[in-house]
């Protein structure tokens, strides 16, 4: 019999876990193209049968479920913001997890990592990929693909005793004292204290941390997006931001944020003091945040123009937005 199996990390155990959390937004289209509904699958937790709301999706060979009833099954809470499109989950553990719509950067307590794949919104669901899900609530799970069977179960925290002592914990779980202190968020074993709850599944998602950005990157350009598309959509917002960014990703420009918005002439207000000027509303902060996060809708594209004001000939243009067109 085929099987399709994730491992949780450092663990001899299957992962595949999911999520689901109601959502008032459309369903994201740039992840659709590869997806696929998995008719009549089960999920069974902890031994008992578990009835979703919506049908689990495989997409590029991974699992994905959508976000509340699943985590709320593991001891984990849920919140979803509407506005900036983004899941909050607490743990058992603790931990505060914050999945972002179309975002391949996830925050694991207030620390960003780079994902495999990003959530999807589809039918006014979050989904994730499953194996990053039950590795954060502390869960193992196994993915038949010939039953289209899903079977989740609860792993319990190690409580420490004078018997259960963190050198055993971590023996046991093929971890180190110091992966174990440090997952649990001590700076010290010695923090370690009987009766304390220890988590001891290391999600995979701390493997790869995120390319760090300053405050003062994230200020300026969302000061520019401000200036250049405050009046435009989210989407557009989001473009303009990814231009910049796109920018410095390019051989054939300045590599820093400041260099690329403040070199050549693509952006006057940098030079006509609009830009010091400008203060980023709620949507600009938040296309910013998702822009330096990864979230790109104009790939490629490293100019943008208004066609009322410039004809941005001998340009490729890959994306109309608003009342600008995006091009490489």
């Known amino acids: 019999m085929l099987k399709l199996i994730m491992k ?10 999911a999520i689901a959390l109601l959502t008032v937004v459309p369903f994201s289209v740039s992840a659709a193209a590869d997806q696929r509904e998995v008719e009549d699958a089960k999920v069974n937790l902890n031994g008992s049968s578990l009835k979703l709301e919506s049908p689990l999706h495989m997409v590029n060979g991974r699992v994905y479920v959508p ?37 391949p950067t996830v925050y694991f307590n ?22 990053y899900i039950a590795e954060i609530a502390h869960a193992t799970a196994a993915w038949d693909i010939d039953k289209k069977e899903l079977t989740l179960t609860s792993v319990p925290l190690e409580v420490v005793s ?26 010290s074993k010695d923090q370690v204290k009987n ?31 401000q200036v ?6 989210y989407e557009g917002q989001l473009a303009v931001a990814n231009v910049i960014l796109n920018r ?22 940098a030079h006509n003091g609009l830009l ?32 009322k004001y410039s004809s941005g000939s001998n340009l490729t243009v890959v994306a109309t937005i608003g009342n600008h067109r995006f091009a490489k």
């Open 110 to 131: 207030d620390q960003r990592y780079k994902l495999e794949a990003a959530p999807y919104l589809y039918d006014s669901r979050l989904y994730v990929p499953v194996r």
């Open 276 to 307: 010091a000027k400008a203060k980023p509303n709620a949507s600009v902060l938040q296309a910013t945040k998702d822009a330096l996060n990864g979230k790109n809708n104009v790939e490629g594209a490293v100019y943008f123009f208004n066609p």
């Open 228 to 233: 250049e598309s405050g009046y435009e959509s």
């Open 67 to 103: 976000v509340g009833l699943v985590a709320k099954s593991l001891s984990a809470s849920v919140s979803w913001d509407s506005n900036t499109q983004e899941a909050t989950i607490i743990t058992k553990s603790n931990d505060e997890v914050v999945f972002g719509n179309d975002v």
């Open 162 to 187: 004078d018997e259960n002592s963190l050198a055993k914990i971590s023996a046991d779980n093929n971890l180190t004292q110091a992966e174990v202190v440090k997952r649990n968020k001590f700076s």
């Open 195 to 225: 009766g304390m709850k220890l988590a001891v599944i290391i999600p995979s998602i701390l493997n790869e941390k995120a390319k760090p950005f300053t405050n003062e990157e994230y200020q300026l350009l969302a000061k520019i997006v």
């Open 248 to 269: 410095v990703a390019s051989s054939n420009f300045p590599d820093t944020i400041k260099e690329v918005i403040y070199s050549g002439k693509q952006f006057p207000p």
């Open 8 to 17: 949780v990390s450092r663990l001899s155990v299957l992962a595949i876990v």
